[in-house]
């Protein structure tokens, strides 16, 4: 556990201190654009989510890039940008540089490179424990933003929850250079062709992790916009008190998350898990139905339960489920789903409930959960894919593993250079761990004779 958080701790912290700086500004933003000279309507929705746009824009380039140039540099690259966006927000006198500041917030796309460098740092076995902390950790940054963002912002203005935003960021390239480990040097297996990214796209298991987090992303955009509403003009709640709300319902999912990922880690139900969640999405927006407040607000505590069941388990399939060469591009893809998921979520959210209220959007919710549910038949089990994880020596070397092509049931296989190991993925209904070891050393007991 101790190693896990050494290497999980740091990186951690890094994407909850860039969370914080998006969610600290968000319950007084609008009211800080309405103030700058040109805000229209329009202007300040653009201001308000375009950050979820940049985002979508370059989670990918981020991704592919990091799978080239290294994780550091990228993720480095991406806070300078951050940071720079954030001054600029700070600075602004008008909304249209107030617009710009928020684009390059989001150009600074780092999620999935963050997520990625976990993933090398940590062996698949502890991955959704690592996702799960990394997870929670944003979660309490949103908690302790939503409660801090308005007392801050209310005594010192907006401008500086931006230069507090701008400190963070700083903040995180520090600790990126002095905590975060490299990242493991990778030498690919016999089959890496490094160009052939296409294979992302029609990897089915991947593309079924990305449409789960564009739609579980885009309930959450459709809830966050219902709540307030509803308990402010509904239930005639006043805005100040709405923490009272939000507080325990985010620290129910938090609690929530490791028993979440215990049970789809150490017990392998990874997809029992999964529809779980979903199932907890459609009580949760039947529930907000109701004309009773108290019937209103166990909706809202189950909707975090079920967003929160998700967060490790996502991202942790997602990893698995893409070669090791392209885990940058292929989070970077995933992270991208998820924050279009955001921007189309606000987009027909803000229609549905205008025009045809909160009967329609429950009805949509309810009939797209049952159809995503059905869409888990489809996913594979990453259970049934293991890992073996072999001691280089002298006598043993990493091109002598070429001869593992002739295996029915080898999936892939690389060399960690840092660590000095192989890692050999297989199918363990094909193949049983005992059986690679003999083909080894049976091939290099022949190799020596020779």
């Keep these: 556990m101790k190693d896990l958080l050494q290497k999980t701790l740091p990186l951690s912290l890094i994407l909850g201190a860039r969370f914080f700086g998006l969610f600290v500004v968000m319950p007084l933003l609008s009211l800080y654009a309405f ?52 001054a600029i927000c700070a600075l602004s006198d008008d909304i249209y540089m107030l617009i710009i500041g928020r684009f390059l917030q989001g150009a600074g796309a780092v999620g999935g490179v963050v997520s990625a460098m976990i993933a090398d740092l940590v062996n698949e076995e502890k991955r959704t424990k690592a996702m799960a902390f990394m997870g929670a950790t944003i979660s309490l940054s949103f908690v302790v933003a939503m409660i801090v963002g308005p007392i801050i912002g209310g005594i010192y203005g907006v401008s500086n ?33 490094t160009n052939e990214y296409s294979l992302i796209f029609k990897n089915k298991n991947l593309q079924i992790m990305n449409l789960t987090n564009f739609l579980q992303k885009g309930f959450m955009t459709l809830a966050f916009l219902i709540i ?44 029992s898990v999964m529809v779980t969640g979903v199932l907890f999405f459609v009580i949760a927006y039947l529930l907000m139905l109701s004309d009773n407040k108290w019937a209103f607000i166990a909706g809202i505590f189950v909707f975090f339960i079920g967003f929160s069941v998700h967060e490790p388990i996502m ?30 979520g606000a987009l027909i959210g803000g229609h549905f409930y205008d025009f045809f209220g909160m009967l329609s959007i429950s009805m949509f919710v ?45 999936l892939e296989w690389y060399i960690n250079e840092s660590e000095r190991k192989a890692v050999i993925k297989y199918d363990k209904h094909l193949l049983e761990e005992q059986e690679i070891m003999d083909f080894i050393k049976i091939y290099l007991r022949d190799k020596f004779k020779e």
């Design 35 to 86: 103030s700058l000279s040109g805000a229209t309507p329009i202007l300040i929705g653009i201001a308000m989510g375009g950050y979820a746009l940049t985002q979508v824009i370059f989670q990918v380039p981020f991704g592919f890039l990091s799978d080239k140039f290294g994780r550091k540099s990228m993720i480095a690259l991406g806070l300078i940008i951050f940071a720079i966006g954030s």
């Design 161 to 193: 929850l931006f230069w507090i935003t701008f400190v963070l960021a700083i903040f995180g390239i520090v600790l990126l250079f002095v905590s975060v480990p490299e990242a493991p040097k990778i030498t690919y297996s016999f089959n890496a062709n």
């Design 228 to 271: 307030p509403i509803a308990l402010v003009k509904g239930f005639e709640m006043p805005k100040e008190e709405l923490y009272k709300v939000y507080i325990p319902a985010s620290i129910l999912g938090l609690l929530s998350m490791a028993p979440a990922a215990i049970i789809a880690e150490k017990k392998g139900k990874f997809k």
């Design 315 to 344: 991202q942790s399939l997602a990893s698995r489920y893409c070669k090791a060469h392209q885990k940058g591009s292929a989070l970077g893809i995933f992270t991208s789903f998820g924050y279009l998921g955001t921007f189309v």
């Design 366 to 410: 309810v009939i797209a959960s049952f159809l995503w549910i059905l869409l888990f038949a489809f996913l594979a089990n990453p259970t049934f894919q293991k890992n073996l994880y072999l001691p280089l020596c002298e006598h043993t070397r990493g091109e002598d593993l070429e001869v593992l092509v002739e295996l029915v049931g080898i």
